[in-house]
């Protein structure tokens, strides 16, 4: 974390290092397009980065593991309550007090926020999963059992496919979740839009506030429209028109 | 429905012939049930023939029919398809040996029409190019248009998608088909439809086709063989539908097939089935004597005119026959007129309808083919073999 140090006006031949834009000196506008111009690649640029990254981690790891616990439960269904209990349990628990709770083990660590945001993001997904497998119609499964399918190519190729927008609804809105928890990452570890939001908080000075925030809801928005067009991307049928 | 008969002769295979099918007292017991669902069951279905199983519900019709495929497992005795026992095949490889029609048909809402019929082929690793033709020549085949191919399910009708379904149950040419109850969800009118289209396909495809159903007349109008079902999972009789109508075994059959067996059975058979009385035909322009001597000599009230070609142009009572010429103008026109292709009971309808006077019977090209009255109507209703 870095602070805004405003510079000495008088003087000049201190170089600018683009952290003292006029708009900063000012200090009167609430929000300064020059200040983001100035410190876009150093500051901006890669917090949204490690933004995206955490969110990435965090989403794929918290799929493969709901993916997995979904897959048990659709095989056998009493492991669904106790998963769901569990997952909720994780739920629940504050997002702070998780970071605490993790800290004595894993320290103030990039594993410390992953195991945080991944373990939020359990209980939508493996829920979406599930019932995605199971709305799957009773005679699809049965027609496509007695045409010869197995039991994997009937996962693979029929119920998996039909649970497609299910499992999409899921993902996006745990990918929204993550994107706005991965914030309070900042009380772990130094990166994400959680250190410049949390930087503007402690000044006057709005605009790093302002762009930051911005930032992460944008980038939110973002990933769910690039989940919907993938989503109708490869489930066409789920749109075709009915007569 | 095109009636080129190409599943059979062409393709890049061979296709397979229909298969004989046996159940040898065949039982299934569900673990823990005081009864069995199926007990001792036993019948032959020659290769080539629709075999219906019908029965009320919970007599286990369905359970019978699934036995074959091992969608559920037997108890006791066996099943031979062609020869050969179905418990000694791995389920999905003996599956896509057997084609499979269900009443909600299943059809996979994911992939396109195309897609859904060839999902055994490709099961089955077939080529993408001979797949590809065998789908669309399947399509033809069950009379749908070439471009429903790329549209998916849920933009089609009830009705073409139930063709879809039997299309994609014959994709890989099974010697055996399957079907539970596949004409049930559909409206009356395209029921019928859809019942003659597929008599018409089986005539062409010949395979060995076990029908389920609850309705006795689809029973009647599809089966070569009916086995009626009880409760229990036992057999009350397995005979074929004129056999049934004209002989039920027991009360229970003769309940099941209903009071009105005897015209029911009118519906099985035809006018160009049976013998058709020649009757007194006058042609137009004949002399009236001849015409009121050759009455009197068969003892009638009314004779036939035809027309110079043959054609029958209407009734003329004898009491009309007066010195002139027989003329069209004075015959009375007629009511109705038979066919070859016109079932007992529409005959029946029609003369009774016509105060039980003769029906006149036409060929295909009009012609005078005989008449059909109420003694003959009722003597094709006797058991068979009396």
């Given at each position: ?243 | ?109 994911h992939q396109t029409i195309a897609q859904n019929i060839a999902t055994v082929p490709k099961l089955l690793g077939w080529e993408k190019r001979r797949t590809e033709a065998r789908v669309s020549e399947l399509l033809e085949l069950v ?244």
């Amino acid at each position: 974390m870095s602070l805004a140090l405003p510079l000495a006006q008088a003087e000049p031949v201190i170089p600018d290092f683009g952290r003292g834009s006029s708009c900063e000196r000012n200090d009167d506008a609430l929000f300064c397009w020059s200040w983001v111009k100035d410190n876009w690649s150093d500051t901006l640029q890669p917090a949204l980065l490690q933004h995206i990254a955490l969110t990435l981690i965090a989403i794929s790891i918290g799929t493969a593991i709901a993916f997995a616990l979904a897959l048990a439960a659709h095989r056998r269904g009493w492991l669904t309550t106790p998963v769901v209990i569990v997952t909720g349990f994780l739920y629940t628990i504050p997002s702070l007090a998780l970071f605490q709770l993790l800290v004595p083990f894993t320290g103030l660590t990039r594993t410390t926020a992953e195991i945080a945001l991944v373990s939020y993001t359990l209980l939508i997904l493996f829920r979406n999963m599930l019932a995605g497998l199971a709305g799957v119609p009773a005679e699809v499964r049965d027609a496509a059992r007695g045409m010869g399918m197995t039991e994997s190519q009937l996962l693979w190729k029929v119920e998996l496919p039909l649970a497609l927008p299910a499992i999409f609804a899921g993902l996006r809105i745990a990918t929204v979740t993550v994107i706005s928890l991965a914030t309070i990452a900042v009380f772990v570890v130094d990166e994400g839009l959680g250190d410049p939001i949390y930087n503007g908080l402690q000044q006057t000075f709005s605009t790093e506030l302002i762009a930051a925030g911005g930032l992460c809801v944008l980038l939110a928005l973002c990933s769910d429209a690039l989940l919907v067009l993938i989503q109708r991307a490869i489930s066409p049928w789920a749109r075709a028109v009915r007569r | 429905m095109n009636s080129e008969n190409t599943a059979q002769t062409e393709g890049p295979k061979a296709y397979p012939s229909a298969a004989p099918l046996e159940f040898r007292h065949v039982g299934k017991r569900y673990p823990g049930a005081d009864r069995a669902a199926i007990e001792d069951l036993s019948f032959e279905v020659p290769a080539g023939e629709i075999c219906v199983l019908v029965g009320p519900s919970g007599c286990g019709k369905t359970t019978a029919m699934r036995l074959v495929n091992r969608m559920i497992d037997l108890t006791s005795g066996e099943i031979l398809l062609d020869g050969r026992s179905v418990t000694d095949r791995k389920p999905a490889e003996l599956r896509r040996e057997i084609g499979y029609v269900i009443q909600q048909i299943g059809l996979f809402p994911h992939q396109t029409i195309a897609q859904n019929i060839a999902t055994v082929p490709k099961l089955l690793g077939w080529e993408k190019r001979r797949t590809e033709a065998r789908v669309s020549e399947l399509l033809e085949l069950v009379g749908l248009d070439g471009g429903l191919g790329r549209r998916y399910p849920s933009q089609l009708s009830g009705g073409q998608r139930q063709r879809v379904g039997v299309a994609r149950a014959l994709a890989a040419d099974p010697p055996l088909m399957l079907m539970d109850e596949p004409f049930g969800a559909i409206d009356p009118i395209n029921r019928e439809r859809l019942q003659d289209e597929f008599l018409r396909l089986q005539s062409e495809i010949r395979k060995t086709i076990v029908f389920v159903t609850h309705d006795i007349d689809e029973a009647i109008k599809m089966g070569d063989r009916i086995a009626i079902m009880r409760e229990g999972g036992r057999l009350a009789q397995y005979a074929t539908p004129d056999e049934l109508l004209a002989a039920p075994a027991d009360e229970f059959v003769a309940k099941f097939v209903g009071a009105d067996r005897g015209l029911k059975r009118l519906t099985l058979s035809h006018l160009g089935d049976i013998e058709l009385a020649d009757g007194v035909v006058v042609r137009v322009g004949d002399a009236a004597a001849e015409a009121r001597r050759r009455a009197a000599d068969m003892s009638v009230e009314e004779v036939v005119v035809i027309d110079g070609g043959e054609k029958p142009v209407g009734r003329l009572p004898v009491a009309r026959l007066n010195g002139q010429p027989v003329s069209a103008d004075d015959a009375d026109p007629l009511a109705a007129i038979g066919g070859r292709s016109t079932s007992l009971r529409d005959a029946l309808s029609l003369v009774v309808a016509d105060r039980n006077r003769p029906l006149v019977v036409v060929e295909d090209d009009g012609r005078l083919a005989g008449l059909v009255s109420l003694e003959l109507i009722s003597d094709a209703l006797r058991p068979p073999g009396q």
